[in-house]
Structures are given as structure tokens and as C-alpha cells.
């Protein structure tokens, strides 16, 4: 058992967390994502249409999901297997990180500060370009503005930086509309043309050469309070924004990827007085200007990430609130699923080695990795890991 605990606090170190807290998690097995044996084949699911299952589990109270936990229909795969690499400089979480010219771009997310904006964390101006040829980062050219929650994304000539809030203490959570972009071989971020509307913790996916946004938090005209929208915008050859189908529902924190001219959106949360987060996902046709449902998450998450992989949308992590939307009683996870759009269909996969949500994901040749987020719901246990997921 010690050689066991030695071990997961030497990855533990290396990966970027402070400590070791439960040591009977981080067996070699867990950690290093040993291959298991392969779970017996699930049971026959229960025949019901899509729109049955939209019905009974699209949207769910915040954490009753204890159902999904205990069903044999999604028992765990050995596909794949977890490994790490090196931690970033600093902690931070609440990101949308970026793949662009074949390095990982991290950047605007809530860091640790001496002089918090909320609960111990602040807005950042800072870049981190991670090379997986090197599988080394380094400081890249600082954002012109600090902001947290800021949509990273690109197209095949710019890296963008999209709206995001603004914070400052007593005013933490300030919808940005301006934009900023980086091209390649330039070492300064330039003005972009701003969203329509101020937007953050949206989709950010890149399709067809364009870039969507879509959903998470803007501002309402008539109260000045940040509310959820369904507003999609689409920023056409690098030069104008162009207005495209809302999603079907309202919500912020969802989880999105892109794969052959569809945009899945995941999971995600309403915000309010009814709280409550979103098991619904769907798709966004780009050929067709339209939106049509999928298969539920098996779980109602939100803060979690999606990305294609091998075919499929893989959807790690994430977080779920107490009653009436309170973090402070929340939980984090550690579940992974993918989803099979040939046959509409999600599958458990090997858990990460540690919670988390407000986590960033990519895709680099055939490889997710994760990067910070918090371990513990909320802005709690931020985290300067870099977890690898890879074909076993």
C-alpha cells in the first residue's frame, strides 16, 4: 500500500496537484490506466423512441442521477487509457482551449490570485501554447484583456479570442462582445469584428472554415442581468458574423464539438431559480441550417467538455449543483462517455483519474487531452494537470 500511495503522489506532484487526498483512488491501475478486463456485454436496452427518451430524461433535477450509476447498460469499455503530461506553470479552470497550427492554445480562464475577484480567483490575461511534439508548454503573447471563461477558437487562418466575462470585485461576471484575433507568425493579438451580442460560456466550434458560437450567457436588455440564450452566430471567411438557427433550449456550461458538418451541443445548465442541469443534446446541421436531438447524456451535467475522437463525441468531467442551483453543496465527476452518431448511442468509458469540471479538452493525431479545471464543484481545487486520453 505505501509503494502504491508513493507512486500516486509522485504523478500526483508531476500532474500539478497540491496533494493526495485519497490515496485508494489513485491505484497503479487508476492512475496509469491499466488495461482491465473487459466488462460483460450490456443488456438489451429498453426499446423506447427518441422522443420517449427526450421526454423522460432530456432535462433532470440537478443530481438525481444515481440511476445511471447502478444500471448494467453502461458498463465500463477498456478502449482506452489515461496518461499525463507536464502540468502548466499556474492553475486555472474555466477555459475553452484551441488546437491551432497543430499546438494546444490555453488562455482566460480564473486563476489563484493575491487579489481575488471571487472566491480566491481572478480573471488572466496569460497564454500557454502546449507543443505534443515537444510535450512541452511555454508563455505565449498575453491577451489584451484579462478575462475568465473565454472561447478559444480557430479557423484555418486566425486563433480567436470570443467575448468571455470581464470581472472585477463586486462585478465579477461582466458579458464581453468584443473579439480578438492571432495569426500565424504574429506575435500580437489584433481586433476582430465583435459578436453581435455579448456572449460567454458558450459552444465555440469551428466548421466549413467558420466559426459558430453558440448559447451560454448574454445580457438582457431590459434588466442588465446576465440570462441564458440560444442565440447562434455564425463569423463567416474570418469577416462578418452572420445569424444562424438558435438551439432548441437556453443554456450555459454546455459541452460542444464539431464532426462532418454537424455541432453537437451536450449537457449544460438553466440557470435561475429552477436551476437544473441538461441530460438533452443535439446537433447542428451546417449543410442544413437546422437542429435535430440525439440520444440524452446519460447523466445531467454541465461544465463539462466534448470532443470527436476516432468517430465518435467523447464527454468528460463536469459538475452538477445542490437544490435550488447552490455550488456549495454540488459535486464534481470523473465519468467519460462517448457517443456513436451511426448508431445514436452512448457508452461508458474509463473514468479520469481525478474529478473535474471548468476543464479544457482538444484533440491532436488521435489523442484528448485535458487540461486544469477544478477538482471540486464550483471554485474550489483548481488544478495545472494535463491528463492524455489514448486508444489502449
Partial sequence: MSQTITKAASIARFAGWTSVTAPCAFTPAAVAGV????????????????????????????????YWFSTPAYSVTANYSWGFGQALEHPIQEIYPAVFNDEIYVGGGFVPSDNPIFYGLSPSRKIFIYNPIAQAWRPGETFPEARHHLGMVSSPNYLYGIGGFFGVKGGAWQVKDNVYRISSGKDEWESAPSIPIPMAESIYASSSENIHVIGGKTVDKHSERNVDTNSHYILVNDEYWEKAAPATVARNSAAGAALDDKIFV???????????????????????????????????????????????????????????????????????????????????????????????????????????????VGPQETLSSLLVFESA
Fill in 266 to 376: 451536450i449537457g449544460g445548465r438553466k440557470s435561475g431559480k429552477t436551476a437544473k442541469n441538461f441530460g438533452f443534446s443535439e446537433f447542428y446541421n451546417v449543410k442544413d441550417d437546422r437542429w435535430e436531438p440525439i440520444r440524452p447524456l446519460p447523466i445531467a451535467l454541465s461544465g463539462l467538455t466534448a470532443v470527436a475522437l476516432n468517430g465518435n463525441i467523447i464527454v468528460a468531467g463536469g459538475e452538477a449543483f445542490g437544490a435550488n442551483g447552490n455550488w456549495k453543496s454540488g459535486k464534481a465527476f470523473s465519468q467519460v462517455w462517448s457517443y456513436d452518431p451511426t448508431k445514436d448511442s452512448w457508452k461508458k468509458e474509463l473514468d479520469m483519474p481525478q474529478s473535474r469540471h471548468g476543464h479544457g479538452a482538444v484533440t491532436i493525431n488521435n489523442s484528448m487531452y485535458i487540461i486544469g479545471g477544478g477538482s471540486k
Fill in 35 to 66: 488495461k482491465r478486463a473487459r466488462s460483460p456485454k450490456p443488456g438489451k436496452h429498453m426499446e423506447r423512441s427518441r422522443r420517449d427518451l427526450l421526454k423522460l430524461f432530456g432535462a433532470t433535477t440537478i443530481l438525481g442521477v444515481d
